[in-house]
Antibody
Framework: EVQLVQSGAEVKKPGESLKISCQGS????????ISWVRQMPGKGLEWMGRIDLSDSYTNYSPSFQGHVTISADKSTSTAYLQWSSLKASDTAMYYC????????????WGQGTQVTVSS | DIQLTQSPSFLSASVGDRVTITCRASQVVYSYLAWYQQKPGKAPKLLIY???TLQSGVPSRFSGSGSGTEFTLTISSLQPEDFATYYC?????????FGPGTRVDIK
């Protein structure tokens, strides 16, 4: 079974750093890309960026460029999303999801990681 | 960026109703359009890709159509488990974008 399993919920203070993870299983990890999607409380889905696991090439939405970093460790089939300095406005649910040039649609999705940033 | 709009943003329907949701793109996305279903507290689930191809395991009451800039998702006979929020997504160009969502509630 193809599966993406994300790390658990986080509660952080503004200015702190954070790295959340997404581990893939049941498929050839480096044959696909991983994208991260943000969902703020009560809001819709926003694509943040993606990483090509074959060469670690990344591509970010302009809305998130410079504020987050997407990386991966092929040896553990794990992708990461990290912040160096969190803001209260980063409070959201974050999902990872698999895609590629083909298939280009997002499937499956991880279960989500809730990030809460509060002083 | 390619903007997606969905209509309606909210609809109230009964079990057995036929429901149609429209997604419009600000520029041509060819058939690079997908539809997702999201239930409260859950991750989105892929329903339709390439505008009209039903994802494996998705009930046949769901169907998608359209190309270019106008697309529709149709549920032929609404079931209790279909009450959720539906999002369209374009994969024609970066940044990838989603529509604002259509919430389907029980009448």
């Amino acid at each position: 079974e193809v599966q993406l399993v994300q790390s658990g919920a986080e509660v952080k203070k503004p200015g702190e750093s954070l790295k959340i993870s997404c581990q893939g299983s049941g498929y050839s990890f480096t044959s696909y890309w991983i994208s991260w999607v943000r969902q703020m409380p009560g809001k819709g889905l926003e694509w943040m960026g993606r990483i090509d696991l074959s060469d670690s090439y990344t591509n970010y939405s302009p809305s998130f460029q410079g504020h987050v970093t997407i990386s991966a460790d092929k040896s553990t089939s794990t992708a990461y999303l990290q912040w160096s300095s969190l803001k209260a406005s980063d409070t959201a649910m974050y999902y990872c999801t698999r895609h590629a040039l083909t298939p280009h649609w997002f499937d499956p999705w991880g279960q989500g990681t809730q990030v809460t940033v509060s002083s | 960026d390619i903007q997606l709009t969905q209509s309606p943003s909210f609809l109230s329907a009964s079990v057995g109703d036929r429901v149609t949701i429209t997604c419009r793109a600000s520029q041509v996305v060819y058939s690079y359009l997908a539809w997702y279903q999201q239930k409260p507290g859950k991750a989105p689930k892929l329903l339709i890709y390439d505008a009209s191809t039903l994802q494996s395991g998705v009930p046949s009451r769901f169907s998608g159509s359209g190309s270019g800039t106008e697309f529709t998702l149709t549920i032929s006979s609404l079931q209790p488990e279909d009450f959720a929020t539906y999002y369209c997504q374009q994969l024609s160009g970066y940044p990838i974008t989603f529509g604002p969502g259509t919430r389907v509630d029980i009448k």
